[in-house]
């Protein structure tokens, strides 16, 4: 057989000089052929050559980009039209696939890499209600439109929730009916492309959520793909017992099988390397390592699953992020030794609750400082975890934003300005990986929901509280070179007193110290604290300053002139007069 007449590696379509070939992987198939556009949709198609393990191969002259198609699977008396479930591109979720050159993207040069961990500040976005209108959903290139109030805002990362193909006009993304596909509505593969490079340009990370935890379960050509299945079950890419159960249906992948891992692998794969991702957030792995979520019914199979994808990622990848929703604060999601799954973080509902009850509780005494402070503490590993008071989760379906909870009556009032800028300023400013949702630096009113889009409006409205977001990222970030220790991973709390509701804790970085002095309370308090050094220190951040909101005090905070005095376990002291509901970040001078 001549060269050019050899099967061509890989799976799904493959474009090339002259044609295209096509394979799929359908093991209980009595026969497959492709049929398309390059065709003109025969009922028959074009025979498919049978190959091992299940495999089905054809090479299609004249078949090119662009072209759609579908492979037409016969299994006893069943004749089935199935989307090429490796297809990069489909019209719509129950449409066709549509043939995809992978390589034919021009990246300009782009060799962006991951910013360090301590240097990662990540903002969480979702396509559709970023930028839309009423009754229109929004695209990456809306999106993209936007990379410049994200640079102006300091942060060095975006997390997309997810963007694979799914059924109907509007999702979270969660229901991926194709999980190779970009979603036509968002723009197709080369939208997410454009996306990411003009993202690189811009010195932003972008970072992708999938799913893999469960498919669909709607609109799903990988249900019953080959015509198999057991017990009225998904077939040969789901579990066909009672593991296939998920809050989502009943369509769990089966980890256990070759080819499904291999599927899964070779998609976590896909969004780094044609995609040029810098991470990928993974929804769910609770689900994915048990079979009801609740910590019971092992599986084993998904575990390993984990542990693969992290291991092959980190070999071929080590500049890329993993990050898990776990929400169990297992420590084993981000081991890579002793059987860990290998992530590098997750994110810690351990911060988020606490804190968030410290933000909307409605009397100071109900305030407790000393669960503040361990939930800002974290752990001995702060890189290892995600930090947030808002995410998708936390702001939707009756859940509200924080300045809503704070007060309903008026969420763009006094207390609620307050309290939910405290909220953000310890984000930033606690050990972890500090993360914000749409619209949270413009106190964004509404819950989330993906048909409703965010009030633009309000980024003007609020364009103070806009900069103090970002002047508490450029903190965070040592971006003016005087506060690098709120990139370190050291953590000591020097104060707390429950009764008046003040905290104050040190960042560490080496020999760099950055000291944080909260009041959660209603009034004006001086706060006396143990300090790192005696000296001149230096106000480098107070979230109360009239320059931020019309609203607030401009609560006089002078600079600190440490003594040498032990106090606390501190070599020094200091007194530090702090608004209310305030932070105060000091670094040496």
Same mark, same amino acid.
């Given at each position: 057989?001549?060269?050019?007449?050899? /099967?061509?590696?890989?799976?799904?379509?493959?474009?090339?000089?002259?044609?295209?070939?096509?394979?799929? !992987?359908?093991?209980?198939?009595?026969?497959?052929?492709?049929?398309?556009?390059?065709?003109? !949709?025969?009922?028959? $198609? %074009?025979?498919?050559?049978?190959?091992?393990?299940?495999?089905?191969?054809?090479?299609?002259?004249?078949?090119?980009?662009?072209?759609?198609?579908?492979?037409?699977?016969?299994? $006893?008396?069943?004749?089935?039209?199935?989307?090429?479930?490796?297809?990069?591109?489909?019209?719509?979720?129950? @449409?066709?696939?549509?043939?995809?050159?992978?390589?034919?993207?021009?990246?300009?040069?782009?060799?962006?890499?991951?910013?360090?961990?301590?240097?990662?500040?990540?903002?969480?976005?979702? %396509?559709?209600?970023?930028?839309? #209108?009423?009754?229109?959903?929004?695209?990456?290139?809306?999106?993209?439109?936007? &990379?410049?109030?994200?640079?102006?805002? $300091?942060?060095?990362?975006?997390?997309?929730?997810?963007?694979?193909?799914?059924?109907?006009?509007?999702? !979270?993304?969660?229901?991926?009916?194709?999980?190779?596909?970009?979603?036509?509505?968002? @723009?197709?593969?080369? #939208?997410?492309?454009?996306? =990411?490079?003009?993202?690189?340009?811009?010195?932003?990370?972008?970072?992708?959520?999938?799913?893999?935890?469960?498919?669909? /379960?709607?609109?799903?050509?990988?249900?019953?793909?080959?015509?198999?299945?057991?017990?009225?079950?998904? @077939?040969?890419?789901?579990?066909?017992?009672?593991?296939?159960?998920?809050?989502?249906?009943?369509?769990?992948?089966?980890?256990?099988?070759?080819?499904?891992?291999?599927?899964?692998?070779?998609?976590?794969?896909?969004?780094?390397?044609?995609?040029?991702?810098?991470?990928?957030?993974?929804?769910?792995?609770?689900?994915?390592?048990?079979?009801?979520?609740?910590?019971?019914?092992?599986?084993?199979?998904?575990?390993?699953?984990?542990?693969? %994808?992290?291991?092959?990622?980190?070999?071929?990848?080590?500049?890329?992020?993993?990050?898990?929703?776990?929400?169990?604060?297992?420590?084993?999601?981000?081991?890579?030794?002793?059987?860990?799954?290998?992530?590098?973080?997750? !994110?810690?509902?351990?911060?988020?609750?606490?804190?968030?009850?410290?933000?909307?509780?409605?009397?100071?005494?109900?305030?407790?400082?000393?669960?503040? +402070?361990?939930?800002?503490?974290?752990?001995?590993?702060?890189?290892?975890?995600?930090?947030?008071?808002?995410?998708?989760?936390?702001?939707?379906?009756?859940?509200?934003? =924080?300045?809503?909870?704070?007060?309903?009556?008026?969420?763009?009032?006094?207390?609620?300005?307050?309290?939910?800028?405290? $909220?953000?300023?310890?984000?930033?400013?606690?050990?972890?990986?500090?993360?914000?949702?749409?619209?949270?630096?413009?106190?964004?009113?509404?819950?989330?929901?993906?048909? =409703?889009?965010?009030?633009?409006?309000?980024?003007?409205?609020?364009?103070?509280?806009?900069?103090?977001?970002?002047?508490?990222?450029?903190?965070?970030?040592?971006?003016?070179?005087?506060?690098?220790?709120?990139?370190?991973?050291?953590?000591?709390? &020097?104060?707390?007193?429950?009764?008046?509701?003040?905290?104050?804790?040190?960042?560490?970085?080496?020999?760099?110290?950055?000291?944080?002095?909260?009041?959660?309370?209603?009034?004006?308090?001086?706060?006396?604290?143990?300090?790192?050094?005696?000296?001149?220190? +230096?106000?480098?951040?107070?979230?109360? +300053?009239?320059?931020?909101?019309?609203?607030?005090?401009?609560?006089?905070?002078?600079?600190?002139?440490?003594?040498?005095?032990?106090?606390?376990?501190?070599?020094?002291?200091?007194?530090?007069?702090?608004?209310?509901?305030?932070?105060?970040?000091?670094?040496?001078?």
């Amino acid at each position: 057989m001549p060269h050019h007449d050899l /099967p061509r590696p890989g799976l799904g379509s493959m474009p090339h000089d002259g044609g295209t070939a096509f394979r799929v !992987w359908a093991p209980n198939a009595d026969a497959v052929s492709v049929t398309g556009s390059f065709s003109d !949709w025969s009922e028959d $198609g %074009i025979p498919m050559s049978a190959e091992d393990n299940g495999h089905w191969y054809a090479d299609v002259e004249g078949a090119g980009p662009g072209d759609e198609y579908q492979f037409v699977i016969h299994n $006893g008396e069943q004749r089935l039209m199935r989307i090429d479930p490796r297809a990069r591109a489909v019209t719509h979720s129950s @449409g066709n696939g549509v043939v995809y050159d992978r390589d034919g993207f021009d990246w300009e040069g782009d060799a962006f890499g991951c910013p360090p961990h301590d240097d990662l500040v990540v903002y969480e976005a979702h %396509i559709g209600s970023f930028v839309a #209108a009423e009754g229109d959903a929004g695209d990456l290139d809306r999106l993209a439109g936007k &990379l410049g109030h994200l640079a102006d805002l $300091g942060v060095s990362a975006v997390e997309l929730m997810p963007v694979t193909e799914f059924a109907g006009d509007y999702s !979270w993304g969660y229901n991926p009916s194709n999980p190779f596909a970009v979603s036509s509505s968002y @723009g197709g593969p080369d #939208a997410l492309k454009g996306f =990411v490079k003009q993202a690189h340009r811009h010195g932003i990370a972008v970072i992708l959520d999938v799913v893999v935890n469960h498919f669909g /379960p709607s609109d799903l050509a990988l249900w019953q793909f080959d015509g198999w299945s057991e017990n009225e079950k998904g @077939g040969i890419y789901f579990y066909n017992d009672e593991r296939s159960s998920t809050p989502w249906g009943d369509t769990r992948p089966d980890y256990g099988r070759e080819e499904v891992r291999a599927y899964l692998h070779d998609n976590v794969l896909m969004w780094l390397e044609e995609f040029h991702l810098d991470g990928l957030r993974f929804d769910a792995t609770l689900y994915v390592r048990t079979v009801d979520g609740l910590g019971t019914g092992d599986l084993p199979e998904g575990w390993e699953l984990m542990r693969s %994808i992290t291991a092959a990622v980190r070999e071929r990848h080590p500049d890329k992020i993993l990050i898990a929703e776990d929400l169990q604060s297992d420590p084993a999601i981000t081991t890579v030794d002793d059987g860990g799954a290998g992530f590098h973080a997750q !994110w810690d509902p351990g911060f988020v609750h606490p804190v968030r009850q410290v933000l909307t509780a409605v009397d100071d005494h109900e305030r407790s400082m000393s669960q503040l +402070a361990q939930a800002l503490r974290g752990s001995d590993e702060p890189f290892r975890r995600v930090i947030y008071t808002e995410s998708h989760d936390e702001v939707a379906e009756g859940s509200l934003r =924080v300045p809503d909870e704070v007060d309903g009556g008026d969420p763009t009032g006094w207390a609620a300005q307050k309290r939910a800028t405290l $909220g953000l300023a310890m984000t930033l400013t606690a050990p972890g990986l500090p993360m914000l949702f749409q619209g949270q630096e413009f106190l964004e009113g509404r819950e989330f929901r993906d048909s =409703v889009p965010l009030d633009w409006d309000r980024a003007e409205q609020f364009r103070d509280i806009v900069r103090l977001t970002g002047d508490l990222v450029r903190l965070r970030r040592d971006a003016d070179g005087v506060s690098r220790g709120l990139r370190g991973d050291g953590f000591d709390v &020097l104060h707390l007193d429950d009764d008046a509701k003040t905290l104050a804790w040190a960042r560490r970085a080496g020999d760099d110290v950055a000291v944080v002095v909260v009041n959660a309370s209603a009034q004006p308090r001086d706060v006396t604290t143990g300090m790192p050094s005696a000296g001149s220190w +230096a106000v480098r951040f107070n979230s109360d +300053a009239t320059t931020y909101s019309a609203l607030f005090a401009g609560h006089n905070t002078l600079d600190v002139e440490a003594i040498e005095e032990p106090t606390d376990d501190q070599p020094a002291v200091g007194t530090v007069s702090v608004g209310a509901y305030t932070l105060v970040v000091l670094t040496r001078a």
